[in-house]
């Protein structure tokens, strides 16, 4: 079975700052990655996602997230932060075998401070 | 394109009622997905369908909660009856299943239900 864990369930950054948050997988077969952001009181969006080829993956918002299979890792970074990125995000793992649904880590919230 | 739909977007009910929410995926998708979010952590899969079958359902609590997918379409999600601990948010997914890799969800706005 494949497991998540996101370290730092708040992580508090200025405006203009570099965003970084930690996401590390655990998994037996290759690993498809997610990235979702969520806003107060909504579904949650999909940022980015690893499947296969290029470990350096840019989604929408500025944001992206680099594969290290070495190091178990998915971390998501933003070289600014907005304002507008203050939100849970949450790092998926899922497979290509048996149950297919996403396995979610247990979040990190973002604060941007003015 | 419109994207996931789900009703209603909140409700509170006295523990032993019943409730139930409802799903409408995206167009053409095959693929749907039942998750439960519980109050600061990530969501956990309740069911998936495939079309119209149930084919993981190993989370899904049966003595008190039931789903079904009619002409794997909408999907209505029941409780029956609810207790305190059922408090979260019910998040419903679609995606359509081909080769995996291709798969992404797509999540509704969620249920937030609150069991008093």
């Known amino acids: 079975a494949q497991s998540v864990t996101q370290l730092g369930s708040h992580v508090s950054v200025s405006e203009g700052a570099l965003v970084l948050l930690r996401c590390n997988y655990s998994?037996?077969?290759?690993?498809?990655l997610f990235w979702y952001v969520q806003y107060p009181n909504q579904g949650l969006q999909l940022l980015l996602k690893y499947t296969t080829g290029a470990t350096l993956v840019k989604g929408i918002n500025g944001f992206e997230a680099e594969f290290k299979k070495s190091e178990t890792s998915f971390h998501l970074t933003k070289p600014s932060a907005h304002m507008s990125d203050a939100a849970e995000y949450f790092c998926a793992v899922s497979v290509d075998t048996g149950r297919r649904a996403l396995t979610f880590g247990s979040g990190t919230r973002l604060q941007v401070q003015p | 394109e419109a994207g996931v739909v789900q009703s209603p977007r909140y409700k509170i009910i006295e523990k032993k009622q019943p409730v139930a929410f409802w799903c409408n995926p995206i167009s053409g998708h095959n693929t749907l997905y039942w998750y439960r979010q519980n109050l600061g952590q990530g969501p956990e899969l309740l069911i998936r369908?495939?079309?119209?079958?149930?084919?993981?359902d190993s989370q899904l609590p049966k003595d008190r909660f039931s789903a079904e997918r009619l002409k794997g379409v909408d999907s209505t999600l029941k409780i029956q009856p609810a207790e305190l601990g059922d408090s979260a948010v019910y998040l419903c997914?679609?995606?359509?299943?081909?080769?995996?890799?291709?798969?992404?969800?797509?999540f509704g706005p969620g249920t937030r239900l609150l069991v008093l």
């Open positions: 369908y495939e079309n119209e079958e149930a084919v993981d």
């Open positions: 997914a679609s995606s359509f299943l081909g080769t995996l890799y291709q798969e992404t969800q797509y």
């Open positions: 998994s037996s077969v290759p690993p498809y």
